[in-house]
């Protein structure tokens, strides 16, 4: 990362800021250009990218074949019409109040162009997931970065409150990527009341990703608020609990003049008829699938969080399909000794690659083979802390 | 495609439906508003889909099997599939003899156009483009603040290239549309070599993107690509995309082949992993079998000569078209007509102004579907009603 970069980053909190590397920014543009992450055999278990394990819901598969190879050839907006109303219908809300994207990436990109310019900039956790700090940065907006809680890694939620006053855009992770933890719904809804009130021309992104894995008690959702409120917006994906982060498709709900906005400054025209056909399909899952999806991620997890903290290595409180363990030593140095044995973990995630690795949450039969190579590898004598 | 399979998509597709938002205006205004709704359409019929301008075959089988060879992959991000972005790139380049550096791909051409505008131009550096041409350029440019400078047409409705060099002095980036979108025209290699020469004198910052969206089916002897002059001139790059010939406009893929330091600045602007791991798989298959275009190319030429023929018989001619639709001096407004064809089944292309008033644009649908169309068209243009519509976008 060059200097130029990281001195758009202004830190508030306790110390320096250390590090913004990008995340998906980073894994695609390195990867994009044919640059693999990985020399020499393929890893055995993927355990890095925070994609489902179990590989894509198989309705989303038979829609593609029989709902979206017959209309492959044609420009799929009136299908997006479609998915948009039924997105809609699945949350309770008019279709004005939803707005498609390629990925949630996309609209996370949108929601940064709109919300913020070269005095408001954009603030967000750090780490958080990057693409908002990326698509500021290239556009030469200010970022400010706000530290988390050193006791347990959840954001900050005074620190970010100072530091969101005048602000274009702030980025709520929630859960935060990649360091797992979540915040409850009445802490953000006392965030979002008094940020208001504080700061009349600020945007919330509240990007919940990972809403299908939270398990803990008080976690929810801010659709219902977002509808209401024009300076409140949420980005959900299908890429996670269905499987389809291959196929790249997401969605912003919000008020019906904040996603207008959105899509004034980009359309539905990147997003593909496989992805619209096969959320078409996911939206039809029962909710007891999901339920189950989640029981299934939360046994994986909880297995691999006992087997790390009966070792004494620290996880946070994970709400999602991935974990933040404190390995005492370098990530880097953790995650070659997985990868020589077929095992591939997260990337550094700054200021944290000194002690942490974020690992995906594999499937029971993976994690019960994945603890047999962490094993080896937590058996070095950490070189470097 | 055979008919077999074609008879099973039509049992298997499901009737478009016809609520849509204002979101689409921006992107998909084409597309959008022309093939949806079907509010005042015949009832029960599958419409003829003959507006904006897609091979009504689809993609060929070769194609549709290695996307259900990815399917194992489809949970994974592009970037850690067997064949990821790399890999399409790589192909391209080695299409080209090019190198991977000069090579940009995005989710159709239309993310790579919006991106190049927002990389070229500013309020201070204009967008040069044909009017009409394919909006996406001019669109962008209005969204960001960059002044368009509108170039015409010569008598055959072929790009004014005089104009368009004198235009772009002091420009940002000038969109040159070849064939163009809708007027169906082509300029030849030596044209648009020459057109280069001289914008390249007039205004050497200026950057020039030929955007050959239409390329496989051109069939003048005097046209070739200009990927030759990209890669060989620095400030000029060309776009292609799979939506046309290849019969993947629902897939979204498309790229850019210029100088690396071009590439690069269009780059910057690309949204991470927009295309999926199975169009990826798609076009990797499309791309590697030319016989499968060459023949999409007859197929189109020998419909499009029907059409031709046909209309000429009505006392209607065109453009010489060199693409997959046509541009026909109907002598009327455009709206009456594909109001009535809309009524009867067939849905043509929307209004292009300044030409609104006596062209309309018609895709080349398959010649079964065109055998209809034409006996619609010549009812319609039979009628002496011409009522304007009352949807005029």
């Known amino acids: 990362m060059s200097l130029s970069r990281r001195s758009f980053v202004q830190t508030v909190g306790v110390g320096t800021a250390g590090l913004w590397i990008t995340s998906r920014g980073r894994e695609g543009s390195l990867f994009a250009q044919g640059i693999q992450p990985v020399q020499g055999p393929a890893p055995s278990i993927i355990l890095s990218s925070n994609e489902n394990p179990l590989g894509t819901h198989k309705d989303v598969l038979a829609a593609i074949r029989t709902s979206a190879f017959p209309e492959a050839g044609r420009y799929p907006f009136a299908t997006a019409a479609e998915v948009t109303a039924l997105v809609a219908k699945k949350h309770g809300v008019k279709p004005e109040n939803v707005l498609l994207g390629c990925g949630s990436t996309q609209l996370l990109r949108t929601c940064t162009h709109v919300f913020t310019t070269k005095t408001a900039g954009l603030v967000a956790a750090i780490p958080a997931y990057e693409e908002c700090a990326d698509y500021a940065r290239l556009m030469g907006h200010p970022i400010t970065g706000v530290k988390l809680r050193p006791s347990d890694l959840k954001m900050d939620l005074d620190a970010l409150q100072q530091a969101s006053k005048g602000a274009g855009l702030v980025f709520y992770c929630n859960p935060n990527n990649p360091v797992a933890t979540a915040i409850s719904g009445s802490d953000t809804r006392t965030y979002l009341s008094t940020l208001m009130k504080a700061s009349p021309s600020t945007t ?140 591939l973990i997260g990337r550094d995630f700054p200021p944290y690659e000194k002690t942490h690795v974020r690992i995906s949450v594999g499937s029971m039969e993976e994690m019960q083979k994945a603890v047999q190579v962490f094993e080896h590898a937590l058996s070095q004598p950490a070189k470097a802390a | 495609m055979s008919l077999t399979r074609r008879r099973l998509f039509q049992r298997l597709s499901t009737p478009v439906q016809s609520a849509h938002g204002e979101w689409i205006a921006a992107r998909g205004r084409e597309a959008g508003m022309m093939e949806y709704g079907e509010q005042g359409m015949a009832q029960g019929a599958k419409p003829i889909r003959i507006a904006s301008n897609e091979n009504p075959l689809g993609p060929g089988q070769h194609v549709l099997d290695a996307i259900v060879g990815k399917f194992p992959e489809a949970h994974r991000y592009p970037f850690n599939a067997k064949q990821t972005e790399g890999a399409l790139i790589t192909d391209i380049a080695k299409r080209y003899s090019a190198k991977n550096e000069n090579v940009l791909l995005g989710p159709g051409s239309g993310e790579i156009l919006t991106h190049a505008v927002r990389a070229f131009t500013s309020p201070t550096k204009p967008l040069v483009t044909a009017w009409p041409s394919f909006e996406n350029p001019r669109d962008t440019a209005k969204k960001i603040g960059t002044p368009v400078r509108e170039v015409g047409f010569d008598g055959k409705l072929r790009i004014d290239i005089a104009k368009m060099v004198e235009a772009s002095k002091g420009a940002g980036l000038v969109f040159f549309c070849n064939p163009n979108n809708p007027t169906a025209t082509v300029h030849g290699h030596s044209a648009v070599a020459d057109m280069v020469k001289a914008i390249r004198a007039a205004s050497p910052d200026t950057m020039i993107l030929i955007d050959e969206a239409y390329h496989d089916y051109v069939t003048d002897p005097s046209y070739t690509s200009a990927i030759d002059i990209a890669l060989a001139t620095p400030n000029v790059f060309v776009t292609r995309t799979f939506s046309k010939a290849y019969g993947m406009a629902g897939l979204r893929a498309g790229y850019a082949i210029g100088h690396a330091p071009t590439v690069k600045a269009v780059q910057a602007f690309k949204m991470p992993y927009g295309l999926s791991t199975l169009t990826l798989g798609g076009t990797i298959v499309g791309l590697a079998d030319q016989a499968h275009i060459d023949a999409e190319q007859k197929r189109n030429t020998a419909v499009k000569a029907f059409t031709v023929k046909a209309f000429a018989d009505m006392g209607v001619t065109g453009t010489d078209s060199q693409a997959n639709f046509l541009f026909m001096d109907i002598k009327r407004p455009a709206a009456g007509f594909r109001d009535a064809c809309r009524a009867a089944g067939v849905q043509v292309g929307r209004d292009f102004p300044p030409f609104e008033k006596t062209h309309c644009r018609v895709s080349i649908g398959t010649m079964e579907e065109m055998q209809k169309a034409v006996e619609v068209f010549k009812k319609v243009l039979g009628s002496t009603t011409t009522t304007s519509s009352k949807d005029r976008q």
């Not at chain 1, 899952?285 to 903290?309: G, H, I, L, M």
């Open chain 1, 204 to 343: 919330v992104l509240v990007d919940e990703a990972y809403f299908e894995y939270g398990t803990m008690p008080g976690y929810e959702t801010m659709i219902p608020l977002a509808v209401d409120n024009p300076r409140v917006v949420v980005a959900r994906t299908f890429s996670k609990c269905f499987g389809m982060a291959g196929i790249r498709i997401g969605f912003a709900i919000g008020h019906k003049d904040t996603i207008a906005k959105m899509a004034a400054w980009d359309g539905v025209g990147d997003i593909n008829v496989m992805a619209l056909e096969g959320a078409k399909a996911a939206l039809a899952v029962p909710d007891a699938w999901v339920t189950a999806e989640q029981k299934r991620n939360e046994a994986a997890r909880s297995f691999t969080q006992k087997w790390f903290a009966d070792r004494g290595y620290t996880p946070t409180d994970s709400q999602t399909n991935f974990m933040f363990i404190n390995v005492k030593r370098p990530a880097r140095e953790f995650r070659d000794a997985c990868l020589k044995e077929g095992v």
